[in-house]
């Protein structure tokens, strides 16, 4: 099982990314997904998850608005489009999927926000 993130960079306040998750070893599109991050001296939180069976969303209230979380099942592949960036995004983003009881991580991909 692999879950691989890529899409992060340095961008300015204001700017936009999309992360991208990579996923194989497992169905996808039975998998419930997730993205996490952990900023300096924090501890990782939840940031949006999808459903897999009627691609529900949910957001955590910092990032509703800004950010859309979205899956290609046939990609095998869940994205995070991080609009209207403040530095306190600045974080290692984390993809996450959960399918048949097991919980599954990637080795994150690092979000710097900054003027």
């Known amino acids: 099982v692999q879950l691989v993130e890529s899409g992060g960079g340095f961008v300015q306040p204001g700017g936009s990314l999309r992360l991208s998750c990579a996923a194989s070893?497992?169905?996808?599109?039975?998998?419930?997904m997730r993205w996490y991050r952990q900023g300096p001296g924090k501890e990782r939180e939840l940031v949006a998850g999808?459903?897999?069976?009627?691609?529900?969303?949910f957001y955590i209230d910092s990032v509703k608005g800004r950010f859309t979380i979205s899956r290609d099942d046939a990609k095998n592949t869940v994205y995070l489009q991080m609009n209207s960036l403040k530095p306190e995004d600045t974080a290692v983003y984390y993809c996450?999927?959960?399918?048949?009881?097991?919980?599954?991580w990637g080795n994150g991909t690092r979000v710097t926000v900054s003027s």
């Open positions: 999808i459903t897999n069976y009627d691609y529900s969303t």
């Open positions: 070893g497992f169905t996808f599109s039975s998998a419930y």
């Open positions: 996450f999927g959960r399918y048949l009881g097991m919980a599954y």
